[in-house]
């Protein structure tokens, strides 16, 4: 009972609840039912990329081209659609079968040329953003088909209030389901084992079995998949595409999973510290806009709040092996 206390989870939790009750102080439109709806709504992107990132963290890799590479999906998608029309089915078909794409190829690379994380995902970032602004020369794709439009506007268990009809987001299912695949393939499975043995110690995960190179390239395809699916939901809310959109959004990705719990060395991290962390992220940025703070705080306070999560988890994991190293000496 005492963990459960004491950890980055209930942490992060009580965060929330504390940064909740004083932009409601401020705002008590931040409250309202249909604020929190759309609050969950605009965050369901940023919370299925942060899954898929979760996985990549804890082996202690990094992926910096999600934001490349959701750019390129939802162009694809939407050109697609524009071109020969197509439900939420087709698209996600599409969307999917393309983040995996470019998922494998980071993981191949990473695998096979033994090249580190941060330098192939760097590359392949500039390679996607340039070939997306190549081909669409930032020009929007608006003739999204009617169909796709009105899935992205269905609500559940629709309610009246005073401030007209509300209702859960069909966008949220997608997310919960990511929620739930994640959880169970790091929870049950083989590979979920190893990705955390991975993390925590590379040489011994592979004197016990564990083989590395195809963990790093099944979980950079599932960053893949999860880029693919966040790609379709993003268009769905918006009914058209930017290829701008993205820009620097790998940043706020990586810091909700970072403030979620995992840590960026690796090993230590789970999937409802990382849905925390996005919900905190969304609160925040909620609460800056409500109490008509500068856009520009956004960025310094996440930054700041970022730094000081990752200094924590460097300083908590020296503070481990300086112990381990007493106690194998005496």
């Not at 009580?14 to 401020?26: H, K, Y």
């Not at 995902?121 to 796709?148: C, H, K, Q, R």
């Not at 999973?257 to 919900?279: D, F, P, Q, R, Y």
């Amino acid at each position: 009972m005492k963990n459960i206390f004491i950890s980055r989870e209930m942490t992060i939790l009580l965060l929330v609840v504390l940064l909740s009750v004083i932009i409601s102080l401020n705002n008590i439109t931040f409250l309202r039912i249909d604020n929190i709806l759309d609050l969950l709504k605009s965050n369901t992107v940023l919370g299925i990329m942060a899954l898929g990132m979760l996985m990549v963290i804890l082996t202690g890799g990094i992926d910096v081209s999600v934001s490349a590479t959701i750019a390129a999906v939802t162009v694809i998608v939407g050109k697609f659609m524009a071109s020969f029309g197509g439900n939420i089915f087709v698209a996600l078909l599409i969307g999917c079968v393309c983040g995996v794409l470019f998922g494998l190829l980071n993981g191949v690379l990473i695998a096979k040329l033994k090249i580190p994380p941060i330098v192939v995902t760097l590359g392949v970032m500039s390679i996607v953003n340039g070939a997306v602004l190549l081909y669409t020369n930032g020009a929007w794709i608006n003739d999204i088909p009617e169909s796709f439009i009105n899935f992205g506007k269905i609500t559940l268990f629709t309610v009246n209030t005073n401030n007209g009809k509300v209702g859960i987001p069909v966008q949220l299912l997608f997310l919960i389901g990511a929620a739930l695949l994640t959880w169970f393939i790091l929870k049950y499975t083989l590979i979920g084992r190893g990705i955390y043995a991975i993390g925590g110690n590379k040489v011994s995960a592979e004197r016990i079995g564990y083989k590395p190179d195809l963990i790093n390239i099944f979980l950079y395809g599932y960053m893949g998949l999860m880029v693919g699916v966040a790609g379709v939901v993003h268009t769905s809310i918006m009914q058209q595409v930017d290829p701008n959109a993205f820009i620097g959004f790998e940043l706020q990705v990586i810091s909700a999973v970072v403030l979620g719990g995992a840590n960026i060395l690796g090993g230590e991290g789970s999937v409802l510290g990382t849905i925390l962390g996005v919900l905190f992220l969304a609160v925040m940025n909620n609460g800056l806009i409500l109490m008509h703070i500068p856009v520009f705080w956004q960025k310094i306070v996440i930054g700041g709040v970022t730094l000081a999560a990752v200094s924590m988890d460097v300083i908590q994991r020296k503070r481990k092996e300086k112990t381990m190293l007493k106690v194998d000496v005496e």
